[in-house]
């Protein structure tokens, strides 16, 4: 993609950064970076500041051998950390933790696989590492060069800047905001190379509203998860309501996995999956592989369970129901065909029951369960689930 296939709609300039937003044509972006939700692993949520380049190497292996580069885990991301300093021509180091990063890359892309890396539009990432303020187009170049596939770009220390530039004027704020993610947008582009965008602010001002104008394929809808029921129950079961921003080239991202990582019982993990693919939510896993447990490979790799995230539809599914603590979610699929998924929230076992006409069928649709591979009958156009505390029963359902 060439800059001069980008439509330029607004122009205003401020002292450090500009505010041209250039769109691309909507079909375009589309076909090309993110068709479907991405999915990978990123080093945060286990390794976060320790990650090595060992670690990412180990990783990209057990990808391969553990079958998840076949499910579709194909993104390798390296959080923050990997950043030392600049030299006199403003070029970032990497620091020793990454002795090497076109090697690396070299490498990850030899196992079939793609690598991501990391920045801020701010001077310091969150970790207190250098960011690419003022030096966009040069460290987009670099990542370039290295064969980079994947960039988060993380808000961090560009917010107390744009709060001092904007004096209290939130819609100066805003266009600031916009346009320091658009500039390394267009550093991308520049570069020729197709590298997955991926917004991190927080789901601040509405970015799913304006994420796309700026080339994201993906934006951060909230907070930090953790790996913890009541935080990653708190993110996924608030998401209902944003799917008409999501599309094949742009996806809300209710943050990482954390399947696997320890703190969260099977079915707490299996909820967290169920509400990811639910979602159409990118599916980066966040866990150490070289301890991956069976149960945690076969949560993560499901096949029909990654085939409703993945659906070509692109469609983020929705609430159709809550009763107390448990709640019904459809997505529709292409072809026709529903995921249906049922939640327990509540503190014990529950039956819950689905009404095929609830969710569009007629009596005689055919359900099957997919993460038991079980067809289900439902004679009499329903059927009743016995759903976990913390658990969720996922079924697709088809004419
Ligand atoms: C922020 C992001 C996290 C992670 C850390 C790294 O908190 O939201 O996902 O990237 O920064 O410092």
Redesign the pocket.
């Known amino acids: 993609m060439h800059l001069s296939k980008l439509f330029c709609i607004v122009a205003v300039t401020a002292s450090t950064l500009s505010a041209t937003f250039c769109v691309l044509p909507l079909a375009a972006q589309s076909s090309e970076l993110a068709a479907t939700p991405p999915m990978g692993w990123n080093s945060?949520n286990h390794f976060a500041e320790r990650v090595t380049d060992a670690d990412v190497r180990a990783s990209a292996d057990i990808i391969v051998s553990s079958g998840m580069r076949d499910a579709g885990y194909i993104y390798v991301n390296i959080?923050?950390t990997w950043e030392a300093e600049r030299d006199a021509q403003g070029v970032l180091h990497t620091n020793s933790k990454f002795p090497d990063m076109k090697a690396l890359a070299d490498y990850v892309h030899s196992k079939g696989l793609k690598l991501g890396i990391?920045s801020s539009p701010g001077p310091k990432?969150?970790?207190g590492y250098a960011g690419s303020y003022q030096h966009e187009e040069q460290d987009a170049k670099m990542y370039a060069d290295w064969g980079i596939d994947y960039l988060?770009y993380?808000l961090?220390s560009l917010g107390p800047i744009l709060d001092k530039e904007s004096n209290g004027d939130r819609a100066k704020y805003f266009e600031l905001e916009k346009a320091a993610y658009d500039k390394m947008h267009k550093a991308l582009v520049a570069t020729g190379r197709p590298i997955v965008y991926s917004l991190?602010q927080?789901g601040f001002d509405n970015v799913w509203e304006w994420g796309t104008q700026v080339g994201g394929n993906l934006w951060?809808t909230t907070g930090?998860i953790n790996d913890t029921y009541d935080r990653m129950s708190v993110i996924g079961f608030q998401q209902s309501g944003l799917g008409k921003y999501a599309a094949p080239g742009h996806w809300n991202d209710p943050?990482m996995l954390e399947v696997g990582n320890g703190k969260m019982s099977f079915d707490e993990y299996r909820t967290h999956m169920t509400l990811w693919v639910i979602l159409a939510a990118p599916l980066l896993a966040g866990n150490d592989l070289s301890k991956m447990t069976p149960e945690t490979l076969a949560t993560l790799t499901n096949h029909d369970v990654v085939a409703v995230d993945q659906d070509k539809l692109g469609m983020q599914g929705y609430r159709v129901s809550s009763v107390g603590p448990l709640e019904i979610w459809e997505k529709p699929l292409s072809g026709g065909a529903k995921a249906v998924a049922l939640f327990n929230r509540g503190e014990s076992v529950s039956p819950i029951t689905l009404d095929l006409k609830a969710v569009g069928f007629k009596q005689g649709a055919k359900v099957h369960d997919l993460w038991s591979g079980k067809d289900v009958m439902a004679t009499g156009g329903s059927f009743t689930a016995t759903v976990p505390s913390h658990g969720a029963v996922l079924v697709k359902i088809t004419k």
Do not use: A, L, N
């Open positions: 945060w959080d923050d990391y990432t969150c970790g988060k993380d961090c991190c927080y951060r930090d943050d």
